[in-house]
């Protein structure tokens, strides 16, 4: 069972230069392995076979090469290894319909906050200046005239 946590950023750059340099069908070939469809390790726009190109920088960091069959229970890791040393990764994907979303008895479901249009601030009303009296529309004081 091979472990991941010795991989490096610097072997995993180290793997896809070689793969590079011998193209998909070479690097597979040199190494042993068979194309993965699936998981692909993606570097600056180009996508990678993960197995192989995890199997190889496992080489580079160890000594050892990770074979195939070493990846049934460790893919997770190594595609976490990949992430956390800053790589891309994609994964198959699956058609997964979302369950439906139920409210628990006797919960409310989440208000729409409601929107208030702020207070408009009215004019002072017009007072007559001797008894101080608001004003009529027409502007006279019905007491003083």
């Not at 469809?37 to 570097?43: C, I, K, Q, R, S």
């Not at 990846?71 to 595609?79: K, P, T, Y």
């Not at 990949?82 to 628990?104: I, M, N, S, W, Y």
Request: charged share 20%; proline share 7%.
């Amino acid at each position: 069972m091979a472990t991941f946590s010795s991989v490096s950023r610097q072997n995993v750059l180290q793997a896809i230069a070689e793969y590079d340099s011998r193209g998909d069908t070479g690097f597979l070939d040199v190494y042993g392995f068979e194309p993965f469809p699936g998981y692909a390790l993606v570097h600056d726009g180009r996508s990678y076979d993960l197995r192989a190109v995890v199997g190889v920088a496992h080489r580079f960091a160890t000594g050892r090469l990770a074979t195939s069959e070493e990846f049934g229970s460790s893919r997770d890791g190594a595609v976490a290894i990949l992430r956390k040393r800053g790589f891309d990764v994609t994964e198959p994907a699956v058609a997964v319909r979302p369950a439906p979303v139920r409210a628990a008895r006797g919960s409310r479901a989440p208000r729409t906050p409601v929107v208030r249009a702020s207070a408009t601030r009215e004019a002072p009303s017009a007072t007559c200046p001797t008894c101080f009296m608001t004003l009529p529309a027409t502007g006279i004081c019905d007491e003083c005239g």
